[in-house]
């Protein structure tokens, strides 16, 4: 499988510091820098400000796996969702990488996206912070994706996400972060087919 090549590794030197030493692409590492790009954004702190910097490197790497490696996705948005430790953390992961996955690939995604669901109320919470982005989201996975997040706990009422006509339940961010707490990882495991 084809792993992310981007500019700076290509070209600057960077090294791929998105893969294990195997060089395996490492989901769990980027993960983790994704969440805390988003906390330095909302930190106010510019992407500029924050160039060269040792997470830096995330945010070409996403872009690359985003837009040409539609085959890692899913592993970095378990890891991702996993990372995420607060409301903020999962708004950014939900307004970033998922929401830009659903853009660019959102019928390949959607039923794995529908299966993570099932499996966890933290899948819908999280999935209640994506956008459409003006409809750029197909009509039909938008649809799928409202029904994957159904009644669960929300972050919002805001009418730009998804939704299928059930009544919202906001959770408190207390709520949130106990919810946030539980990881995908082990029950994943535990659901695979032996």
């Not at 500029?48 to 837009?67: K, R, S």
Request: hydrophobic content about 40%; proline content about 6%; charged content about 25%.
């Amino acid at each position: 499988m084809a792993l992310p090549d981007c500019f700076d590794c290509k070209y600057g030197g960077l090294e791929h510091p998105c893969r294990k030493p195997d060089g395996s692409y490492d989901f769990d590492k980027a993960a983790a820098a994704l969440v805390v790009r988003g906390r330095e954004i909302r930190a106010e702190r510019s992407i500029a400000d924050a160039q060269g910097e040792p997470g830096d490197w995330i945010t070409d790497c996403e872009y690359e796996l985003v837009a040409d490696h539609p085959d890692l996705i899913m592993p970095l948005i378990i890891a991702a969702i996993d990372a995420c430790e607060t409301p903020a953390d999962a708004g950014f992961v939900a307004a970033g990488l998922i929401e830009n996955a659903l853009v660019k690939h959102g019928q390949r995604l959607i039923g794995d996206i529908e299966r993570l669901a099932k499996l966890s109320p933290k899948v819908p919470y999280i999935l209640s912070g994506v956008w459409s982005q003006s409809g750029a989201v197909s009509a039909t996975v938008w649809t799928r994706l409202g029904q994957a997040i159904g009644a669960s706990g929300r972050m919002s009422d805001d009418p730009r996400e998804a939704h299928d006509g059930s009544a919202i339940t906001i959770l408190t961010d207390g709520e949130a972060i106990k919810l946030l707490a539980e990881k995908l990882g082990p029950t994943l495991a535990a659901t695979k087919p032996r």
